[in-house]
């Protein structure tokens, strides 16, 4: 009784493989290929060919004696810049604002000299013992006097004050020009250390130190842990048993069946025969389909599988 159940499990088994078709396929990688925008000799790899990193570890760095350079002088022209419009928010220096005091004392003095004189000869010329035209002379020297007084204070206001409004803002503009050239050449001078922007296993270095890197070329290619896909090709005729989400069975050598979700299907075929679509040729059409395996699969790039197939009942 036993050996007749045994023997119908088999034959059921044989029943169910009989009802499935295996398309072949294999495991593609998702490859982070790491570049500096800027170009520049490789001066220092910090990565290493099968190493594991964490993000934000060193990958490689590139010269940046220019950069440096550019930084430094973006740097000394905020500084300038930031002291010429601090220069115009103010007024003329102080010995300068001095010399303009010391001018207003002296004609003040003077001024005063001229009101005793004019009024002392205006007295004089009461008691008849000068003229007219004395008096006429020392009242225009006083006039002057006056006059020149008026000019030295308005020259101290105007020294006390800052720049005219439209200077400082144009002052104030160079100072933002020269700050965003300073965060401009700081971003180059940081391109030229490069991190891991992912945790991941270095899969492969494309330069060696010393040798000159192209702007945007890969340095560093990384693979991150679940970066992968079954890739397999379908017929045409079962083309729509396939649609992006669906579930698919697969399986490899030493490892159990598992599902991958279709995450792509593609919409040209592939090896095309340059002839006319005739009944024969249509069935070596074949379009490429991608999957993504479940969670917890321990899979290698070029590594060969399985793509299980339902046939109708």
Same mark, same amino acid.
């Given at each position: 009784m036993k050996?007749? !159940?045994v023997l119908l499990m088999v034959l059921l088994a044989a029943c169910t493989e009989e009802k499935k078709q295996v398309l072949p396929g294999y495991i593609e990688a998702e490859y982070t290929r790491v570049a500096a925008p800027i170009a520049g000799r490789l001066v220092q790899l910090s990565a290493s060919k099968g190493s594991e990193i964490k993000v934000g570890a060193p990958l490689?760095? =590139? +010269?940046a004696e220019s950069e440096l350079a550019a930084v430094n002088e973006a740097k000394a022209l905020v500084q300038r810049s930031t002291a010429q419009a601090a220069d115009l928010a103010k007024g003329k220096r102080q010995d300068e604002i001095a010399v303009l +005091? !010391? /001018?207003?004392t002296a004609v003040q003095a003077s001024l005063? =000299? !001229? /009101?005793s004189d004019l009024r002392r000869q205006g007295e004089l010329a009461h008691a008849g013992f000068t003229s007219g035209a004395s008096l006429e002379a020392l009242q225009s020297k006083l006039r002057a006097e006056q006059a020149q007084l008026a000019e030295v204070a308005a020259q101290l206001k105007v020294a006390k004050l800052a720049a005219r409004v439209d200077a400082q803002a144009a002052a104030k503009a160079d100072v933002a020009a020269a700050q965003a050239q300073l965060i401009q050449t700081r971003w180059r001078l940081d391109q030229k250390a490069v991190v891991a922007p992912v945790g991941a296993w270095v899969d492969d270095t494309l330069y060696r130190v010393g040798e000159w890197v192209p702007a945007g070329s890969p340095v560093v290619s990384l693979q991150e842990p679940g970066a992968i896909k079954v890739r397999f090709f379908v017929p045409q005729d079962k083309l729509n048993q396939f649609r992006p989400g669906e579930k698919i069975q697969v399986r490899c050598d030493g490892c159990k069946t598992f599902s991958a979700k279709v995450s792509y299907v593609a919409k040209s075929a592939e090896f095309t025969p340059p002839v006319i679509y005739s009944k024969e040729n249509? !069935?070596?059409l074949v379009f490429m389909v991608e999957a993504l395996p479940d969670q917890g699969q321990t899979l290698s790039p070029g590594q060969p599988v399985d793509v299980l197939l339902e046939l109708p009942q």
């Amino acid at each position: 009784m036993k050996r007749m !159940a045994v023997l119908l499990m088999v034959l059921l088994a044989a029943c169910t493989e009989e009802k499935k078709q295996v398309l072949p396929g294999y495991i593609e990688a998702e490859y982070t290929r790491v570049a500096a925008p800027i170009a520049g000799r490789l001066v220092q790899l910090s990565a290493s060919k099968g190493s594991e990193i964490k993000v934000g570890a060193p990958l490689f760095v =590139l +010269e940046a004696e220019s950069e440096l350079a550019a930084v430094n002088e973006a740097k000394a022209l905020v500084q300038r810049s930031t002291a010429q419009a601090a220069d115009l928010a103010k007024g003329k220096r102080q010995d300068e604002i001095a010399v303009l +005091e !010391a /001018q207003r004392t002296a004609v003040q003095a003077s001024l005063s =000299l !001229a /009101q005793s004189d004019l009024r002392r000869q205006g007295e004089l010329a009461h008691a008849g013992f000068t003229s007219g035209a004395s008096l006429e002379a020392l009242q225009s020297k006083l006039r002057a006097e006056q006059a020149q007084l008026a000019e030295v204070a308005a020259q101290l206001k105007v020294a006390k004050l800052a720049a005219r409004v439209d200077a400082q803002a144009a002052a104030k503009a160079d100072v933002a020009a020269a700050q965003a050239q300073l965060i401009q050449t700081r971003w180059r001078l940081d391109q030229k250390a490069v991190v891991a922007p992912v945790g991941a296993w270095v899969d492969d270095t494309l330069y060696r130190v010393g040798e000159w890197v192209p702007a945007g070329s890969p340095v560093v290619s990384l693979q991150e842990p679940g970066a992968i896909k079954v890739r397999f090709f379908v017929p045409q005729d079962k083309l729509n048993q396939f649609r992006p989400g669906e579930k698919i069975q697969v399986r490899c050598d030493g490892c159990k069946t598992f599902s991958a979700k279709v995450s792509y299907v593609a919409k040209s075929a592939e090896f095309t025969p340059p002839v006319i679509y005739s009944k024969e040729n249509r !069935a070596k059409l074949v379009f490429m389909v991608e999957a993504l395996p479940d969670q917890g699969q321990t899979l290698s790039p070029g590594q060969p599988v399985d793509v299980l197939l339902e046939l109708p009942q």
